[in-house]
């Protein structure tokens, strides 16, 4: 395990081991969040982060959930702000609680707020981390999962560009500029998956 999240009656301590020597502070931050990501992203960003989902492919729910009848979704959503893409998100959502069921599919809680609603914090477990070049651009992953009862997810996050830890404001709104740029000049440019979302948010 690459989190060890220990405390005490006196102190708290959370350790991250093998994560790449260049990782920086608020890096960190994100890389040790469990389940509040967005909230994160949003105090970074100073504001609201929007939940895009790009696709839902759930296994059939032909009775309600429960360990010997698991309902099983993978999905991919985008984490948006201002228009841009600060976050991919993949994941694969094991649910054996008609409780969690109705709260992520019916009521379409996404996978932190499922968390929040059911007034939990979940078992953090930090899989793997790595970085990697990608047009140019400073890639941050991470991959980990979170367990209560009735309710696991395996998680895949990409942060597109690590210059946004480092520049906040500034690299969001250079990103927006060229969004709104490349939005009005032409329709037929083709724009990095990563960089925005063109379509009107939507929170699920």
């Not at 948006?80 to 969690?100: D, F, H, K, L, R």
């Amino acid at each position: 395990m690459l989190a060890n999240d220990s405390y005490s009656t006196a102190s708290t301590n959370v350790e991250l081991t093998c994560v790449p020597d260049d990782t920086t502070g608020l890096e960190r931050i994100m890389l040790a969040a469990q389940g509040d990501l967005q909230r994160l992203l949003s105090s970074f960003f100073g504001r609201p982060i929007f939940i895009e989902l790009i696709y839902a492919h759930c296994s059939p729910r032909l009775t309600p959930a429960s360990s010997d009848n698991p309902i099983t979704q993978s999905r991919e959503v985008h984490l948006v702000c201002e228009s841009c893409t600060v976050c991919v998100a993949t994941s694969t959502v094991t649910i054996t609680s008609p409780q969690c069921e109705r709260l992520f599919l019916d009521e379409k809680f996404p996978i932190g707020q499922t968390f929040r609603r059911l007034n939990r914090t979940p078992k953090f477990s930090l899989l793997n981390v790595e970085t990697q070049a990608i047009d140019g651009k400073r890639e941050l992953r991470r991959t980990y999962k979170l367990e209560t009862e009735g309710f696991v997810a395996e998680i895949l996050e990409v942060f597109p560009d690590r210059d946004m830890f480092v520049r906040g404001e500034a690299w969001l709104m250079e990103r927006r500029a060229y969004l709104d740029t490349t939005c009005t000049t032409t329709a037929t440019e083709t724009i990095p998956e990563w960089l925005s979302v063109c379509k009107g948010n939507v929170v699920h």
